[in-house]
């Protein structure tokens, strides 16, 4: 079992995070903690596998975390979980060893391929000993070569190379109508194949609510 670490000072956010991983199969939740200083001391006591980290915390935050683990040189992955989304933070967390960054909200499904996605990683690793380019391109460095693979029924493989072309253009976050009027395909068959580029990790999704409640998905484009 995966042993998870929840780093996070909003008891509701950490409660909904606990419940997302005792939903995915074979992560076992550790505990929670409000801040950076309380998590070393656990790293320090327990063998954790994996850190979701806030990065907005008193004492000392997600990033200041994130680069004392990688100084003391902690045997431990970390998945940002956070609703800063300026470049700069997202930088130093993937250059600080993150292996996913998830933007608060998400839908559990997010959640769900950065976990799987993890265990996947880490099963590979600990079941390989010499390593060809090959694997190593097969199972980690290719995750844009998913769009290459078996495709979900009813999604054509042109259509998703003309959307992800789409996709690519886009500086900005965009929403599956703006995509829809840009690819000319309706707003159903365009939810379908931003769906699949979701699955795949090409795309983040960013849920906020308008003035009468409904939801408004924002998609952008995952070029880490």
Same mark, same amino acid.
């Given at each position: 079992m995966i042993k998870v670490l929840i780093v996070e000072d909003d008891p509701m956010v950490a409660e909904l995070n606990r419940r997302y991983v005792e939903r995915v199969e074979g992560f076992l939740f550790y505990g929670i903690v409000k801040n950076g200083e309380? *998590?070393? %001391? %656990?790293?320090? *006591?327990k063998n954790i596998d994996l850190v979701l980290l806030d990065i907005f915390m008193p004492n000392m935050n997600g990033l200041e975390l994130l /680069?004392?683990?990688?100084? !003391?040189?902690? &045997?431990?992955?970390? @998945?940002?979980? /956070?609703? %800063?989304?300026?470049? !700069? /933070? @997202?930088? #130093? %967390?993937l250059r600080h060893g993150a292996v996913d960054y998830l933007i608060?909200?998400?839908?559990?499904?997010? #959640?769900?391929a950065a976990l799987i996605n993890f265990k996947k990683r880490l099963q590979f #690793?600990?079941?390989a000993s010499n390593l060809s380019q090959n694997h190593l391109d097969q199972q980690i460095f290719a995750r844009h070569s998913q769009i290459e693979g078996e495709l979900p029924k009813?999604?054509? $493989? &042109?259509? @998703?190379? $003309?959307?992800?072309?789409?996709i690519l253009e886009q500086k900005d976050e965009f929403t599956a109508e703006e995509m829809a009027n840009h690819v000319g395909l309706s707003p159903v068959s365009i939810r379908k194949y931003l769906k699949y580029f979701q699955s795949v990790e090409l795309l983040h999704v960013e849920i906020s609510y308008g003035a009468v409640g409904r939801p408004v998905y924002r998609y952008r484009c995952n070029r880490n």
């Open positions: 309380e *998590a070393l %001391a %656990a790293l320090k *006591a /680069s004392a683990v990688r100084q !003391q040189e902690y &045997n431990v992955d970390v @998945i940002v979980v /956070s609703a %800063a989304r300026d470049n !700069q /933070s @997202i930088q #130093m %967390a608060k909200p998400f839908e559990f499904d997010r #959640m769900q #690793m600990q079941e009813g999604l054509d $493989r &042109n259509t @998703i190379k $003309r959307v992800w072309e789409h």
